[in-house]
């Protein structure tokens, strides 16, 4: 008989464990924020930390000073180099100085003098030559030296052509070249430069310093990370059989029991299916072996509410079940 009524009670505790269970109407989870990590391109020792940890910051403010030696030594090379060929591009440019042309003019008048005359010689001697009272020596002579007076007249006039329009324009080409290289270099350099500085890309509280004063920061390396003020969100898990009356865009009340259960309105942002059960955020979530978990993140409706709000502190989902 005993035996037969222990029989009983553990088919009726069996029975009553199938049952379903009432539905939740309220969730833990969890306040969230979008993280950021501030790092930099080229290498160098940290100079100077500006901020703290824990301190709120707006974009553009300079969270760390970092050093470049390699770089400053780059930067009075890349000027010298741009120096040079800026000389370079002018002198193909404008040619001969003052005082060059003065002195090829000079030369010039000097050589047309000795051309006339060497003319006026052979004509007089073309003359000569015909009534036979000169040699025929006499007038080759004379002919050669007219020769080469005419040469050394028109090698001048070429000469000074070339010193008053300058080089020639394959010439100006390839200075112009160096030039524009040379100031390719230079605003490398400056980019760099301006790299030391490690700004904040937004507005953000600073969580972790990974660095201090003198230690090496490598490029791509985390030197700043935090949290965006703007990008707070909240995350519940809820099981498949409790998301009723939760849709995307419909409006919730949440309770912070940290802040005495004070309450801000969110809005449904994505409902998503966890895939891991180590993506769970809510502290004690009550579902079965074979359900399916999702993720409900929410979004505040004004901003402002949330920013003083802790990062990971626990928030309450209310959720209406009578509708």
Not at 9 to 33: M, T
Not at 208 to 214: A, E, P, Q, R, W
């Amino acid at each position: 008989m005993r035996k037969f009524i222990y029989i009983l009670v553990i088919a009726a505790f069996i029975q009553s464990c199938g049952h379903d269970a009432p539905l939740k109407n309220s969730f833990e989870g969890k306040i969230e924020r979008d993280q950021i990590a501030v790092t930099t391109k080229i290498p160098g020792k940290v100079h100077q930390i500006l901020v703290s940890e824990g301190e709120v910051v707006q974009a553009g403010d300079t969270l760390m000073i970092l050093e470049f030696p390699e770089v400053e030594a780059k930067s009075m090379q890349a000027k010298g180099a741009l120096e040079s060929a800026e000389a370079q591009y002018n002198m193909a440019v404008k040619g001969a100085t003052d005082n060059q042309l003065k002195q090829l003019r000079a030369k010039r008048d000097g050589l047309r003098e000795q051309y006339d005359f060497a003319q006026k010689s052979l004509a007089r001697m073309q003359n000569l030559v015909k009534d036979s009272l000169v040699a025929q020596q006499q007038y080759d002579e004379v002919y050669m030296k007219f020769q080469g007076a005419k040469n050394q007249y028109l090698a001048v006039q070429a000469e000074l052509a070339d010193a008053e329009n300058g080089a020639r324009i394959e010439q100006q080409k390839m200075a112009l070249g160096q030039k524009e290289r040379a100031i390719g270099a230079v605003s490398e350099v400056d980019v760099a430069t301006k790299e030391r500085f490690i700004i904040a890309p937004q507005n953000m509280t600073v969580e972790t310093i990974n660095l201090k004063i003198g230690e090496l920061a490598l490029a791509g390396y985390s030197l700043v990370s935090g949290y965006l003020i703007d990008g707070t969100f909240f995350r519940v898990t809820i099981p498949e059989k409790q998301l009723h009356n939760l849709t995307v865009g419909s409006k919730q009340m949440l309770s912070f029991p940290y802040l005495n259960n004070k309450k801000i309105e969110a809005e449904v942002v994505s409902i998503k299916a966890l895939s891991s059960y180590a993506n769970i955020a809510t502290a004690y979530p009550d579902f079965e072996q074979q359900e399916s978990l999702f993720e409900v993140k929410l979004k505040p409706l004004q901003k402002d509410d949330a920013q003083k709000l802790l990062t990971k502190a626990t928030f309450i989902l209310q959720v209406d079940t009578t509708k």
